[in-house]
């Protein structure tokens, strides 16, 4: 028989930031492992639940028991399984009688070049008892637990571990109890409501009355999507009735999943604080009331904050004012803390704090904060001379960047640092740039984030994240396999974001010289080139989540760029090239000439520039006379960056070419003739591939 499943693990409070992530490996390994005891469909999704205090999933069209098998186990060779006479051997007994079978399930079969014994046995199929109780265990032992903890059972002997202590087990397949037991529980059809507002013990009739059941006596909705789908559209009507919005979505959406993971029904009800605390910069009030208070801080239609908050509660009241009254309460100490950091740490300028830094650590090889702002402000400037940015400005941004560290507020949000070094810097009264790039000089953050914005920002930007990579990558510390603990792949991917979205025409060569010219010289190995090839490897992983294919990449890559603001460029002249009827045909003949040039090279052969007076046969005259027509329009195309049409004045060559390797022995015998030729590819080769190697796209 057929039926829906449904089990639910019911346990005390479990950790709100882990909860989805319980719920969904939960369900899925027990959907998993019926499915691979052939007891359901591989295919079908489980419906999975996750409340504060449960853990559940509901399975479709469960059979009470897996299909026998036919298990089919090769023994030995047929040589040794029988005697000349055709009769079993002993080795052959043997084995039938370890492996429990007989001789009417043997089966003789030729593989390869021998003909070998198999024993082809029907193996019953697990009964859902069985399978649900291996299903159990073995998504309790693989959930992904924060902390384990262990609890005694009610006998005071036995002790269990697990992420919260567990009171209950339901496991109904349609309307009947599967006796299973895990944790030292054993399994029943009892659900338990909402601790205050719902039904203790709600017996559940069948698998699908689960849901309702919860939702109508125990005031529980039990799918965590659903119960977040419901808060935000409580919030979203909560702040629409206000004439307010939420702010970014993304900025909220970690706290929207937090509270769903706190609440088992969830009710919007609206706070308030005293408008005098909107003094304190808006950034730390929502960190605060996101962080600290799991509210939901609201803004009016120009992105202001307003001195009103949505509190997602877990009680459902006609008459709510405890709950809001009380919230208040809690909020506005911590308000009035931000708002005493704020003011203390105004009283000392910025400037003043950042002879303080040379008490604060940055790496016990590298030295201090202080040692370390130096270091930033020296390439900061150089940075912004070359992208014509105020030097000046540049170098003031960079001395007082980490000074906000020192402040009450970024030790007490270390968020905030960068936001509070901008706000103080303009109380002191520094120029605007100034304050703008000590924000934003941490920019980009992670994927996606926005980038600083002008070039004094920029600049330090790229200074702070340059003398990351080059510090550690001067006293060895780069990164290996997965472990990057000083997050220098995200730095320098936002170096890489940073040169080509804000198309900026400077050498990384030259920014990574300047980078390491503040280091000790007797650095490990080739740091320089090191670092790099390291920044190639980052560019390499932007461009292909850019959607360019691996060959389109290398046949940039291998060039060995400098210019990484040229590379989107160049690689939209490869794709636009690869589009055209003679691409295939000179990619793969640009391969053959790296060939021949890269086997002539192994021989010793010499290649200078091929002379038109050395050449003998009609074909390679006409390639030399082709190649020079191509390079003459190419050439002005090439130095006015249309990288497109450089590589398009090159799809004449494919006549030519092609006749040349069908009637052209470039290996002669002559070795003048010899040489010539190899020059004449080596012409080509150079001539066609200055923006990109193009025999990669026959790769």
Request: charge should be neutral.
């Amino acid at each position: 028989m057929k039926a829906n499943l449904l089990v639910e693990l019911f346990t005390e409070e479990l950790p709100p930031k882990a909860l989805k992530r319980l719920g969904d490996a939960f369900g899925h390994a027990i959907a998993a492992g019926l499915a691979a005891r052939g007891l359901t469909d591989k295919g079908d999704a489980p419906t999975v639940y996750a409340t504060p205090r449960r853990l559940g999933v509901k399975i479709a069209d469960v059979v009470e028991r897996a299909p026998d098998r036919v298990e089919r186990k090769k023994l030995m060779p047929a040589k040794v399984a029988y005697g000349a006479d055709g009769t079993p051997t002993a080795a052959l007994m043997k084995r039938l009688e370890k492996d429990g079978g007989t001789v009417d399930q043997l089966e003789r079969k030729i593989e390869g070049n021998a003909e070998y014994v198999f024993l082809n046995q029907v193996v019953p199929g697990a009964s859902l008892q069985t399978a649900l109780q291996m299903a159990l265990e073995d998504a309790i032992a693989k959930l992904p637990i924060p902390k384990v903890m262990g609890y005694q059972l009610a006998d005071g002997a036995t002790t269990v571990h697990f992420v919260r202590p567990a009171h209950g087990i339901i496991a109904l397949h349609g309307a009947n109890v599967v006796a299973v037991s895990a944790l030292g529980l054993k399994a029943d059809r009892i659900a338990h409501g909402h601790r205050f507002q719902g039904v203790k013990d709600i017996p559940i009739a069948t698998a699908d009355a689960y849901e309702e059941a919860l939702a109508a006596h125990g005031n529980v909705v039990a799918s965590f999507d659903e119960r977040r789908a419901g808060v935000a559209r409580q919030l979203a009507a909560k702040a629409e009735e206000l004439g307010a919005s939420l702010g970014d979505e993304s900025a909220y959406a970690p706290l929207l999943d937090e509270v769903t993971a706190l609440v088992e029904q969830a009710t919007v009800y609206v706070g308030e604080f005293e408008a005098e605390f909107l003094a304190v910069p808006a950034e730390c009030l929502v960190l605060t009331m996101r962080q600290n208070q799991k509210y939901f801080p609201l803004f009016d239609k120009a992105g202001r904050l307003v001195n009103k908050f949505l509190i997602v509660s877990n009680m459902r009241l006609a008459e709510p004012r405890n709950i809001i009254e009380g919230n208040e309460r809690v909020v506005r100490p911590r308000l009035a803390d931000a708002r005493f950091f704020f003011e203390t740490d105004k009283k000392t300028r910025l400037e003043a704090r950042v002879p303080l830094l040379a008490k604060v650590t940055y790496h016990n090889k590298l030295g201090s904060q202080l040692e370390r702002g130096e270091r930033v402000q020296l390439l900061a400037g150089r940075i912004a001379h070359s992208l014509g940015a105020d030097t000046a400005l540049a170098e003031r941004a960079a001395w007082l960047a980490k000074a906000d560290l020192i402040t009450g507020m970024v030790g007490e949000f270390p968020e905030l640092q960068g936001t509070m070094g901008r706000y103080y810097a303009l109380a002191d009264g520094e120029n605007t740039s100034v304050a703008d790039a000590i924000e934003q000089h941490y920019r980009p953050r992670f994927a996606g984030d926005a980038l600083p914005g002008d070039n004094v920002a920029i600049s330090l930007a790229l200074a702070d994240k340059l003398e990351t990579l080059c510090g550690f990558f001067s006293i060895g510390q780069q990164p290996t396999g997965d472990k990057d603990p000083f997050a220098l792949r995200r730095h320098a991917l936002g170096v890489i974001r940073i040169l080509i979205e804000k198309n900026l025409p400077v050498s990384v060569h030259d920014l990574v010289t300047q980078g390491f010219a503040s280091f000790a010289k007797n650095m490990p190995g080739d740091a320089h080139a090191d670092l790099q090839t390291f920044l190639l490897e980052r560019l390499r992983s932007y461009l292909r989540d850019g959607g360019y294919t691996a060959n389109e990449v290398e046949s940039v890559l291998s060039k060995q760029p400098t210019r990484f603001d040229q590379v989107p460029l160049q690689l939209a002249a490869v794709r636009a090239f690869a589009s055209l009827p003679e691409a295939a045909s000179l990619a793969a003949a640009n391969k053959r000439v790296a060939n021949i040039l890269k086997q002539a090279e192994g021989k010793g052969e010499t290649v200078s520039q091929a002379e038109a007076v050395k050449l003998k046969e009609p074909a390679e005259r006409e390639l030399f006379q082709a190649i020079a027509t191509a390079v003459k329009q190419a050439t002005p195309l090439f130095e006015k960056g249309d990288y497109t049409g450089y590589l398009k004045a090159f799809a004449i060559l494919k006549t030519p070419v092609d006749s040349f390797f069908d009637s052209v022995m470039v290996m002669a015998d002559d070795l003048d003739l010899r040489r010539n030729r190899l020059a004449l590819l080596s012409d080509l080769r150079l001539s066609m591939n200055r923006v990109a190697d193009i025999s990669k796209l026959a790769a």
